[in-house]
């Protein structure tokens, strides 16, 4: 069993930053792929960012590709998901994810993730 703890949410203007972090209980987190997704209001919950158990391989949005950053510190049992040049349509509840196994390539789909967290809110103004 794996507990998901999100931090690191709130509110900032457009153009600014934050670092949102998932501390996992358990002392198998690093055989773990991990994911980060969002959902807005009124719209269905979608992939963001997602990184192997290694760390050696991370996928993205198309929307997020070049302003967030995921990674994972498996000494820690966290994942972060660092997100610059926020924009408005960035505003959701952003979930973090894990996906039990080795897989080289993490997934992005979010029926493949059994374990989440409750979410942290992130609302970013114009």
């Known amino acids: 069993q794996l507990q998901l703890v999100e931090s690191g949410g709130g509110l900032v203007q457009a153009g600014g930053s934050l670092r949102l972090s998932c501390a996992a209980s358990?002392?198998?987190?690093?055989?773990?792929?991990m994911g980060w997704f969002r959902q807005a209001p009124g719209k269905e919950r979608e992939f963001v960012a997602a990184?192997?158990?290694?760390?050696?391989?991370?996928l993205y949005a198309d929307s997020v590709k070049g302003r967030f950053t995921i990674s994972r510190d498996n000494a820690k049992n966290t994942v972060y998901l660092q997100m610059n040049s926020l924009k408005p349509e960035d505003t959701a509840v952003y979930y973090c994810?894990?996906?039990?196994?080795?897989?080289?390539?993490?997934?992005?789909?979010?029926?493949?993730?059994?374990?989440w967290g409750q979410g942290t809110q992130v609302t970013v103004s114009s």
């Open positions: 994810a894990a996906r039990w196994g080795g897989y080289v390539v993490p997934s992005t789909h979010r029926t493949d993730f059994g374990y």
């Open positions: 990184i192997s158990w290694s760390g050696g391989m991370a």
């Open positions: 358990g002392r198998t987190f690093s055989r773990y792929a």
